[in-house]
């Protein structure tokens, strides 16, 4: 009989039994007279633990940025991901826009986000940090580029200006006043309430009610250290009361109408949020604007004119659109880095263009500069600082603004999840708020969306629940 088979057997089961609880007597009677110190050793610390809902617990310190000693040992609610809106497109001269068409397959391309969400509040704000995977950065939304590409998706000509590019989002919808529509109502359907219309004629807005959206996106909100506040009720989707963050950059209201602003070509240099100084980057924010210059029909022509060794003839050398040519690339976003001034002054120093180039008047190089603008992408909209209503929702992520990198320009914020902490006051002073008034109630019904380089197809969860502890 070996070992383990008197373990099998009954008897000397109960024997090990009893003398495995004598053991642990003796240690219990003997260890504080051994060493009383073991007495006063602190509990281990919290160890993360999932939850059902998003729980919110009271905190006396604020856990105000990413890095703060609450968020790694906090709960977390794990969200259940699903598509939420699929295959939409947008209208006449938006292309390329839609990264999450196909919703969770297409979403970092099928690869399941993660999204983990985490949150406290104390005496003032209430603070929600979400976390998710999405590999590529994407900040731009509606960037003019002149003949740029077409859209596998849809039939829309890409001639002359177009509005491309789009950014990462994520959005949060919680009830303002009872919102429902068709589908039901906010508390048993979440945001599906203010979904109205289908197709590409979806609409964020709510039949009746109202619905306050916080809206973190990278092109819009992000590089000032807010989310949007906006709000959904029957009339549609708009911003808050007070100054806007984001205005739309356009000669008219058309998609194909062409950039109204540019870079002036200072520092653009911002307070963010936080009260922290910032620099915003220029191939992707507008901050500093001057009216947009140059005639960029005129540049095109230039650029392509056939004459050799006469002035113009840019696409000899840097191709057809900028690319394929035996010079460098002009349709590089890091372009758009460089003010025009000294776009000018490194093409007035490029021995092998003087023939091309030195013979150009200054309305001639202000055209061929709009041209390659629009090679490059202008940005769709300009920013400025929020105040009043739309002030109210500051953001800190893992993304800054300054020296942005992505598979274009490598150099920064290459990285693979997103952290991004919205921090509000319980309550505001804004009608167009939800109100977190914690003496009449605990628990509020909430939606979440993400969006990957897109900004009208999205996955999420449309019913999770805040419970504060
Ligand atoms: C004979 C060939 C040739 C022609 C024609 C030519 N370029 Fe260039 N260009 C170059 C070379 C070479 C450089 C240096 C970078 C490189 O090696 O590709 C350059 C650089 C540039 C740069 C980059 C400056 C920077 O900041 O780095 C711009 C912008 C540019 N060219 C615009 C033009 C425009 C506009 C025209 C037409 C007026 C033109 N080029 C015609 C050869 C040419």
């Known amino acids: 009989?070996?070992?383990?088979?008197?373990?099998?057997?009954?008897?000397?089961?109960?024997?090990?039994?009893?003398?495995?609880?004598?053991?642990?007597?003796?240690?219990?009677?003997?260890?504080?007279?051994?060493?009383?110190?073991?007495?006063?050793?602190?509990?281990?610390?919290?160890?993360?633990?999932?939850?059902?809902?998003?729980?919110?617990?009271?905190?006396?310190?604020?856990?105000?940025?990413?890095?703060?000693?609450?968020?790694?040992?906090?709960?977390?609610?794990?969200?259940?991901?699903?598509?939420?809106?699929?295959?939409?497109?947008?209208?006449?001269?938006?292309?390329?826009m839609t990264g999450t068409y196909s919703g969770k397959t297409s979403f970092n391309a099928g690869v399941n986000p993660g999204l983990k969400l985490k949150a406290a509040y104390d005496n003032d704000n209430v603070y929600i940090l979400a976390e998710w995977t999405d590999s590529d950065v994407n900040l731009s939304e509606k960037s003019?580029?002149?003949?740029?590409?077409?859209?596998?998706?849809?039939?829309?000509?890409?001639?002359?200006?177009?509005?491309?590019?789009?950014?990462?989002?994520?959005?949060?919808?919680?009830?303002?006043?009872?919102?429902?529509?068709?589908?039901?109502?906010?508390?048993?359907?979440?945001c599906s309430a203010s979904c109205h219309g289908t197709g590409n004629s979806a609409e964020m807005r709510p039949d009746a009610g109202k619905v306050d959206l916080w809206n973190w996106s990278l092109a819009k909100s992000a590089p000032l250290g807010y989310a949007e506040d906006m709000v959904a009720d029957a009339t549609g989707l708009s911003d808050d009361t007070g100054q806007q963050i984001c205005v739309r950059n356009s000669v008219s209201v058309s998609d194909r109408s062409g950039p109204a602003y540019e870079w002036d070509g200072t520092s653009q240099t911002v307070t963010l949020s936080t009260g922290t100084a910032s620099i915003l980057d220029p191939a992707y924010y507008l901050f500093n604007k001057t009216p947009f210059l140059g005639d960029v029909v005129r540049g095109d022509s230039i650029y392509h004119s056939e004459v050799l060794n006469q002035p113009g003839h840019c696409i000899s050398c840097h191709g057809e659109l900028g690319v394929g040519g035996t010079a460098s690339s002009l349709n590089v976003l890091s372009f758009n880095k460089k003010s025009r001034a000294s776009l000018i002054s490194s093409m007035d120093n490029e021995?092998?263009?003087?023939?091309?180039?030195?013979?150009?008047?200054?309305?001639?190089?202000?055209?061929?500069?709009?041209?390659?603008?629009?090679?490059?992408?202008?940005?769709?909209?300009?920013?400025?600082?929020?105040?009043?209503?739309?002030?109210?929702?500051?953001?800190?992520?893992?993304?800054?603004?300054?020296?942005?990198?992505?598979?274009?320009?490598?150099?920064?914020?290459?990285?693979?999840?997103?952290?991004?902490?919205?921090?509000?006051?319980?309550?505001?002073?804004?009608?167009?708020?939800?109100?977190?008034?914690?003496?009449s109630n605990k628990i509020y019904k909430f939606g979440i969306a993400l969006m990957d380089n897109d900004g009208k197809n999205h996955i999420g969860s449309v019913v999770e629940t805040l419970t504060f502890k």
């Not at 603008?373 to 105040?387: A, E, I, K, Q």
Request: proline share 7%; charged share 15%; hydrophobic share 35%.
């Open 144 to 190: 003019w580029l002149w003949n740029g590409p077409t859209d596998l998706l849809k039939a829309d000509l890409a001639n002359g200006w177009t509005s491309q590019r789009n950014s990462d989002r994520m959005s949060l919808a919680f009830e303002i006043q009872s919102a429902s529509n068709s589908l039901g109502t906010f508390s048993s359907v979440g």
């Open 1 to 96: 009989m070996n070992n383990e088979s008197d373990f099998k057997n009954p008897y000397m089961k109960k024997v090990k039994y009893i003398f495995v609880v004598l053991l642990a007597g003796i240690g219990l009677l003997t260890a504080p007279s051994c060493n009383k110190d073991t007495y006063f050793i602190p509990p281990p610390p919290h160890t993360p633990q999932p939850t059902s809902t998003l729980e919110v617990m009271k905190v006396s310190t604020p856990p105000s940025t990413l890095n703060s000693a609450y968020w790694k040992t906090a709960d977390y609610h794990n969200v259940n991901v699903s598509d939420v809106s699929t295959s939409h497109l947008y209208t006449d001269g938006l292309l390329n």
């Open 351 to 439: 021995s092998d263009m003087g023939p091309y180039w030195n013979a150009l008047n200054q309305q001639s190089r202000d055209d061929l500069i709009a041209y390659i603008r629009g090679l490059c992408g202008v940005p769709g909209y300009y920013l400025s600082t929020p105040d009043g209503s739309n002030a109210d929702l500051t953001a800190i992520s893992n993304v800054t603004p300054i020296n942005i990198g992505n598979a274009m320009v490598p150099s920064t914020n290459i990285h693979t999840v997103y952290k991004v902490l919205i921090i509000r006051k319980l309550e505001t002073t804004h009608a167009d708020d939800v109100q977190f008034d914690l003496s």
